[in-house]
């Protein structure tokens, strides 16, 4: 079995340091493009995690005013709660569940 990516080397000297120097630009592009590769990962890493963060903050407001709503809902009740917040029973029976979901898995 013969290796055909490997050329023989030619026998003029001027050649020889042709084909190497071609073969050092090429390992050091290659080289290049694996560094930036590995940039790219890191900073994908980096935006992963800031992406995180922002939602588990998005989440606690969420899970805040969920807990507001039900408040109001509690002091007011239903329809008028709804009618105060300006939005429907639905959304705020969705809230109390959610705001009630929260409350029991994080006991």
Same mark, same amino acid.
């Given at each position: 079995?013969? #290796?055909?990516?490997?050329?023989?080397?030619?026998? $003029?000297?001027?050649?020889?340091?042709?084909?190497? #120097? =071609? /073969?050092?630009? %090429?390992?050091?592009?290659?080289? @290049? *493009?694996?560094?930036?590769?590995?940039?790219? @990962?890191? /900073?994908?890493?980096?935006? $992963?995690?800031?992406? @995180?963060?922002? !939602?588990?903050?998005?989440? =606690? =407001? *969420?899970?805040?005013?969920? !807990?507001? /709503?039900?408040?109001? *809902?509690?002091?007011?009740?239903? %329809?008028? +709660? +709804?009618?105060?917040?300006? *939005?429907?029973?639905? %959304?705020?029976r969705r809230a109390i569940a959610? +705001? &009630?979901? %929260?409350? &029991? +898995?994080?006991?």
């Amino acid at each position: 079995m013969t #290796d055909r990516s490997r050329a023989p080397m030619p026998r $003029d000297v001027h050649t020889r340091e042709r084909v190497r #120097d =071609a /073969q050092a630009a %090429e390992a050091a592009a290659v080289t @290049a *493009v694996c560094t930036a590769q590995a940039a790219l @990962a890191r /900073q994908i890493g980096r935006r $992963d995690r800031a992406i @995180a963060a922002a !939602d588990a903050t998005v989440h =606690a =407001a *969420v899970s805040a005013l969920a !807990d507001r /709503q039900a408040g109001v *809902v509690k002091v007011s009740g239903l %329809e008028r +709660a +709804a009618l105060l917040l300006g *939005v429907s029973k639905a %959304e705020l029976r969705r809230a109390i569940a959610h +705001a &009630g979901n %929260e409350a &029991g +898995a994080s006991a």
